[in-house]
């Protein structure tokens, strides 16, 4: 079967950074996304990696290596705006997204 | 970047009644759009795919007589629950992918959906 593994939850402190890692297997790869979801509101794109190595975007990172099935998003100089879900989603070999369960990232002062 | 739009974003209705969600892909044509429900806590569950012009494709367990699902246009996707049950109180997004597919895929804003 198809699963993502992310961790539930996670806690840090405004100013610090922190990683958030996401494990997978999937029927085929094309490509892996990460996006961010505060709540009551629609997911909306972070990143996407689909060759090994580090893409980074201003404050935001992603890390991809496919042969350990393993990305992260590095989020650094953490605001308190930052608090919200962030999911994982795997293009699979049929283009489908296949989600993760999201993990929630509380941002304490 | 490309816009998706839901309407109705926030529906109250009663038990036993009808819903009917639009989505609309603003400033491209949207091949494929995809529905999902999200309940709180949890992640994104995909009910259905659909391509304009032909029937939906449902996820294995969601009821295809229930959740009611029309993709008429390039542009247009409706979701119409029907005899609406609390149970079916949840967060509906959806998602439109345009021709360049995967990468060209975009969340509409979601529709709070709560059966009284």
Known sequence: GQNIDQPTEMTATEGAIVQINCTYQTSGFNGLFWYQ????EAPTFLSY???DGLEEKGRFSSFLSRSKGYSYLLLKELQMKDSAS???AVVDSNYQLIWGAGTKLIIKP | GAVVSQHPSRVICKSGTSVKIECRSLDFQATTMFWYRQFPKQS???M???NEGSKATYEQGVEKDKFLINHASLTLSTLTVTSAH???SSFYICSA???AGVH???FGPGTRLTVT
């Open chain 1, 37 to 40: 979801q505060h709540a009551g």
């Open chain 2, 97 to 99: 992918r345009g021709l």
């Open chain 2, 104 to 106: 060209e895929q975009y």
């Open chain 2, 48 to 50: 259905a795919t659909s």
């Open chain 1, 49 to 51: 990696n689909v060759l």
């Open chain 2, 86 to 88: 609390p149970e079916d």
């Open chain 1, 86 to 88: 962030y999911l994982c």
């Open chain 2, 44 to 46: 994104l569950m995909l």
